[in-house]
């Protein structure tokens, strides 16, 4: 698959997104991708994309984009982004449904490709990423999603907030109702 | 408010307060970890949109062409059916024509006769399509749209199928049709890439083309190397 997980922990540092949102032309299709093409990718994995599909999902995304680029108006490319993001994932969870639902053969959920130095540490690592996909596809996506960008992606609640067009409190309270059904799903399970 | 007004503390940085589910949830959260995309998928995603793009106007233009037609045939139909139902009109003109001063003798003939005989044979001898084979041939303007595909498909050819010659042959017509198209940098930097495999000479040409169009493209480094190497 061409989109990897890196396996460093802190991820990425988001000191300067909104520095280098700023500096991008919203006119230059070519611009606008290269600067976020990755945070869709994380958008989706977030919002609960499956892992395979995310090429052709973060396709889709930056069709839409082209193809809508020149009637945005300016404003807020993050949010905008993010609404595109979140209208394609929503629609192809949709047809895998709908797949699943006529063939029974296509997982809804599916476990990640785990980097791991030793196959024993490997297996480790699939197994808690397998573990984690499943409470993950238990809570809403609003909660999934917040929790997701804030513990696994390093966003901040503030960036959160003003992707998704949300109160920075609604999004605290998010990551915090995530964290606390979580917790209650692995105390259930044990 | 669960969440208040206060910043949340992410796991991670969590200590000895943190509860066994809480700690559990914590370790995998971090065996977990962020996305991350090749330089390569990248490139191969965005040619991708571009080539989709592409195909949705042409599959719009291919919507569109029946129409086109329909409308031609039936203009076409409409044309030969006026000028045959004019000639059958004009015709039937003609022989009633003659018949009137007969059947009405006592009317003056310059009243009546004069204007229909001299009108009646023109339409039908004037052909409905003798300005159109008249016409010269008019050379065609329009520029043919860009074939993005064509580099998808050497991308592919050389990443996946490493098939450099096949990339190469792509490339090549895709830069011959389209020198400076909108995939023109990344079909160049392709092809020093397939020259590179097949140990082609080719492959600084292509290089120093890249450097002189694109003094300060993505790709400059790979071009500078080719060169160096050399």
């Known amino acids: 698959m061409a989109v990897s997980e890196h396996p460093a922990w802190p991820v990425s540092s988001v000191a300067g997104r909104d520095r280098a949102a700023a500096d991008v032309d919203v006119r230059d299709f070519k611009a606008v991708y290269d600067r976020w093409v990755l945070e869709v990718a994380r958008w989706i994995r977030a919002m609960g ?9 973060l396709q889709e995304v930056f069709v839409v984009v082209h193809r809508r680029l020149s009637d945005f108006d300016g404003e807020n490319l993050p949010g905008w982004l993010y609404r595109i993001t979140a209208h394609q994932v929503r629609d192809f969870r949709r047809k895998l449904w709908v797949k699943h639902i006529f063939s029974r053969s296509v997982p809804l959920t599916e476990s990640m490709p785990a980097p791991g130095p030793t196959p024993i540490m490997s297996v480790e690592t699939r197994e808690k990423h397998a573990f984690l996909d499943g409470l993950l596809s238990r809570i809403s996506v609003p909660l999934r999603t917040a929790f997701v960008l804030f513990e696994i992606e390093g966003y901040t609640a503030e960036e959160i907030a003003q992707i998704q067009g949300a109160p920075l409190n609604t999004v605290r309270a998010r990551i915090l109702r995530a964290r606390k059904k979580l917790s209650a799903q692995i105390e259930a399970s044990r | ?8 503390e992410r796991l991670i940085e969590m200590g000895e307060g943190a509860t066994p589910e809480q700690a559990r949830l914590r370790d995998l959260v971090q065996s977990s970890s962020g996305v991350e995309i090749s330089d390569g ?5 965005y040619m991708a949109v571009l080539a989709r793009r592409e195909g949705r106007h042409r599959k719009r233009f291919a919507l569109l062409r029946p129409a086109v037609v329909l409308g031609v045939v039936l203009f076409a139909a409409g044309a030969t059916a006026a000028a045959a139902l004019g000639h059958r009109w004009m015709e039937a003109g003609r022989r ?3 018949a009137s001063p007969e059947l009405a003798p006592a009317e003056p003939r310059a009243r009546v006769e004069t204007p229909r005989v001299e009108i009646a044979p023109a339409p039908v001898e004037i052909p409905a399509t003798a300005p159109e084979t008249h016409r010269p041939p008019t050379p065609r303007t329009r520029p043919r749209s860009e074939d993005p595909s064509a580099v998808v498909d050497a991308l592919e050819a050389l990443r996946k199928q490493h098939d ?3 990339a190469a042959k792509l490339l090549a017509g895709y830069l011959t049709a389209h020198p400076k198209g909108a995939l023109a940098e990344e079909a160049l930097a392709l092809s020093i890439e397939a020259g590179t495999a097949r140990h082609d000479p080719a492959a600084s040409a292509f290089a120093r083309r890249y450097l002189r169009d ?6 400059r480094q790979t071009a500078q190397s080719v060169l160096e190497r050399q």
């Open chain 1, 49 to 57: 994309g499956p892992a395979a599909d995310r090429d052709d999902l």
């Open chain 2, 1 to 8: 408010m669960t969440g208040g007004g206060k910043d949340v």
């Open chain 2, 96 to 98: 009633t024509a003659p």
């Open chain 2, 164 to 166: 450099p010659d096949r």
């Open chain 2, 214 to 219: 694109y003094p300060t493209g993505r790709f």
């Open chain 2, 41 to 45: 998928a990248k490139q191969q995603i």
